[in-house]
T-cell receptor, first 114, second 111 residues
Framework: NAGVTQTPKFRILKIGQSMTLQCTQD?????MYWYRQDPGMGLKLIYY???????DKGEVPNGYNVSRSTTEDFPLRLELAAPSQTSVYFC?????????????FGDGTRLSIL | GQNIDQPTEMTATEGAIVQINCTYQ??????LFWYQQHAGEAPTFLSY????GLEEKGRFSSFLSRSKGYSYLLLKELQMKDSASYLC????????????FGAGTRLFVKA
């Protein structure tokens, strides 16, 4: 089982550049999430989706956009990269119908903005 | 607002028992999770509590008191590989299910 797959694993961007972080899951999960984790900190929710075509903001959505055209894919877009967006980004998915179902995380994308 | 507090760091000795506390103030409580995260890796699921009481899973146990907004993770027979960050996370239902994470407790296990 592939689970949650994130690409790329590492990326260095220049200020003002744009990029898309890819996330795909093969578990038919309805919920998907994007988090960022700064050094020594917990995870902050950027955006989440309850199903294809439905997205909503989390705690720190500014500077990011998402789309959910299929159940499997949930890309995160940075339009104008800023140094404050240097972080590790985790994508996660979850199937809510099972009680106590935890989130399944991808391996993360380490992004540096210089 | 939604807030989760846990100690920043703890140190314990191999073979000992350690308790990591977590307090939370949230609305729409729908369960509390503990995750383990080794440096440079993704979080992995450890335990889940939705009702008051103790849940035991091998060397790990987790306790929840909803009325006090309090949970703890108990690790027994500590091993060096238990050195990691432990994240307390609360799932909330605010019209969609979101999970709020604490900043994590970094546990150092020494020989």
């Amino acid at each position: 089982n592939a689970g949650v797959t994130q690409t790329p694993k590492f990326r260095i961007l220049k200020i003002g550049q744009s990029m898309t972080l890819q996330c795909t899951q093969d578990m038919n999960h309805n919920y998907m999430y994007w988090y960022r984790q700064d050094p020594g900190m917990g995870l902050k929710l950027i955006y989440y989706s309850v199903g294809a075509g439905i997205t909503d903001k989390g705690e720190v959505p500014n500077g990011y956009n998402v789309s959910r055209s299929t159940t499997e894919d949930f890309p995160l877009r940075l339009e104008l990269a800023a140094p404050s967006q240097t972080s590790v980004y985790f994508c996660a998915s979850m199937k809510l119908q099972v009680p106590g179902q935890p989130q399944h995380f991808g391996d993360g994308t380490r992004l540096s903005i210089l | 607002g939604q807030n989760i507090d846990q100690p920043t760091e703890m140190t314990a000795t191999e073979g000992a028992i350690v308790q990591i506390n977590c307090t939370y103030q949230t609305s729409g409580f729908n369960g509390l999770f503990w995750y383990q995260q080794h440096a440079g890796e993704a979080p992995t699921f450890l335990s889940y509590n939705v009702l008051d009481g103790l849940e035991e899973k091998g060397r790990f146990s987790s306790f929840l008191s909803r009325s006090k907004g309090y949970s703890y993770l108990l690790l027994k027979e500590l091993q060096m590989k238990d050195s990691a960050s432990y994240l307390c996370a609360v799932r909330v239902d605010t019209g969609g299910f979101k999970t709020i994470f604490g900043a994590g407790t970094r546990l150092f296990v020494k020989a």
